[in-house]
């Protein structure tokens, strides 16, 4: 649960929010869609922290664009707003905005890139804002058509309403996909019904069967009846399979690669032109929605595409965009870093039983401090060292085990072993290479 908090904003805390950004009087530093005051998302910060909800600036900031776009949309037509609980904070963003546009008449600087007049009607003002080049976009089609459907760019705190259409497809069975499909499922908005899993084997196939997900031998059969098809085989089985769909993916397929190793240019050489290619790399938690994956998106892939990704792999655990350059380090940290983790937690647990502890208890104990190690670091936003610094107490059991450690070189090896399982996925990925050919249509 504490992981979903990181991604959702529940009612309850998005309404402090707006409470705390009411008493900062945010609307006297309001110039149409810009904040003039930055200051302000820092002290609303800190008394949001106060009162237990600990969001960053930028998350703080994030959030109140959704609002402010929402607003927007909510003023021209109910029905376009993407924010599915914006009715709730309606009438304290018209207070906002009114009382905004009451102090900047009296002002006198009533002026900003758009101005409601009336429900209607939008004037767009051609001054240069913070706002980003996708809302600026957003504002220009408010001048260039008497109706409006604005989208407001998502990010984890504000996944954006599946299409319930959406079909959803997996070639390969593994624990990736099994552990992807689940958290997919767990949203609720894609049914069971939408989601479809091919494997030349059925020994996997229980399992998702199990979800409500139908199962096929045949990967062709899957692209034809799928939207978004994640590729989640073994590296060197890729080409094999990209040429085996390649005639029947068209341009309105999103091919998502869970391969280590295989690059972009790899994947999009094997496939038509115009194809729509994301990189995701997971790791093994996703099987029990406490993943960190990261992703990147193709040539052809739009900001879109990458936050409906987003939005699907949301419970599956922490979810990134990054350049491609980061995924083979990413490969690395987090994809093998879970048996590095592993490798440790068996030692720790060996310790105890050398000590003479039973074998049963040391190794559940083992996981427990791991999990509770790894929770602690991850809410607590402090740096490990601090965490590891606390722990210590001059002349303590700790500090002597530590020394320990460093002695055997724990430090040096892990980063080591990162380095070591980030060269073997570049390896991989210039291995796939030379056998990706254009195919064009």
Same mark, same amino acid.
């Given at each position: ?6 991604? !959702?904003? +529940? ?23 810009? &904040? ?9 910060? =800190? ?34 707003? =993407? ?12 207070? #906002? ?6 102090? $900047? ?20 003002? +051609?001054?240069?804002?913070? +706002? ?15 109706? %409006?459907?604005?989208?407001? =760019? ?13 079909? #959803? ?10 552990? #992807? ?16 899993? $091919? ?15 139908? %199962? ?41 690669? &869970? *391969? ?12 038509? !032109? +115009?194809?729509? %290619? ?9 099987? &029990? ?13 739009? @900001? ?33 870093? &879970?048996? !590095?983790?592993?490798? !440790? ?6 310790? *105890?039983?050398?000590? /003479? ?10 996981? @427990? ?11 607590? /936003? =402090? ?11 001059? /002349? ?20 080591? *072993? %990162? ?23």
């Amino acid at each position: 649960m504490a992981a979903m908090k990181k991604y !959702f904003w +529940d009612s309850e805390e998005t309404e402090y929010m707006l409470k705390v950004l009411r008493e900062l009087d945010i609307a006297k530093h309001l110039d149409g869609r810009k &904040v003039r005051n930055l200051k302000l998302f820092k002290v609303a910060e =800190k008394r949001m922290k106060q009162a237990g909800y600990h969001r960053s600036i930028d998350q703080i900031r994030h959030r109140w664009k959704v609002l402010k776009t929402s607003y927007y949309s909510w003023n021209n037509n109910q029905q376009t707003v =993407k924010l599915t609980r914006f009715p709730q904070y309606a009438t304290t963003m018209q207070s #906002i905005m009114d009382e905004s546009e009451t102090w $900047s008449r009296s002002h006198g600087t009533n002026s900003g890139p758009v101005r409601i007049r009336n429900r209607h009607k939008f004037i767009v003002h +051609d001054e240069e804002t913070e +706002d980003s080049e996708e809302e600026a976009t957003a504002a220009q089609s408010l001048h260039d058509h008497s109706t %409006v459907d604005v989208i407001i =760019k998502t990010d984890p705190e504000t996944p954006p309403e599946m299409d319930s259409n959406l079909r #959803i497809g997996f070639i390969g069975a593994g624990n990736m996909a099994y552990g #992807i499909a689940k958290g997919v499922l767990q949203s609720g908005d894609v049914p069971p019904t939408n989601v479809k899993v $091919s494997a030349p084997s059925a020994r996997n196939f229980g399992r998702f069967q199990e979800l409500g997900v139908a %199962v096929t031998h045949s990967n062709a059969e899957l692209v034809s009846s799928c939207d978004l098809v994640f590729v989640a085989v073994k590296p060197h089985l890729v080409t094999s399979i990209l040429s085996e769909i390649t005639d029947h993916v068209t341009p309105k397929h999103i091919i998502v690669s &869970v *391969a280590a190793g295989v690059t972009l240019a790899t994947l999009q050489g094997l496939l038509p !032109f +115009d194809t729509v %290619v994301l990189r995701l790399m997971p790791n093994l938690p996703c099987l &029990v929605q406490q993943g960190a994956l990261l992703f990147s998106r193709g040539t052809r892939a739009r @900001q879109e595409d990458g936050d409906l990704l987003r939005s699907l792999l949301q419970h599956c655990g922490l979810v990134e965009e990054g350049p491609e350059a980061w995924i083979d380090i990413h490969t690395g940290l987090s994809g093998s870093g &879970v048996a !590095f983790v592993y490798l !440790f937690a068996e030692a720790l647990a060996e310790g *105890a039983v050398k000590m /003479g502890m039973p074998s049963a208890l040391a190794h559940s104990i083992a996981a @427990q401090t791991v999990l509770g190690a790894g929770q602690l670091l991850r809410d607590s /936003g =402090k740096h490990p060292a601090q965490l590891r610094s606390e722990v210590c107490t001059p /002349g303590g059991t700790t500090i002597f085990g530590l020394h320990a450690m460093e002695q055997g070189g724990v430090r040096a090896a892990t980063m080591t *072993a %990162v380095e070591t399982a980030t060269e073997r996925a570049r390896e991989l990925g210039r291995k796939s290479a030379p056998t990706a050919t254009e195919n064009r249509k």
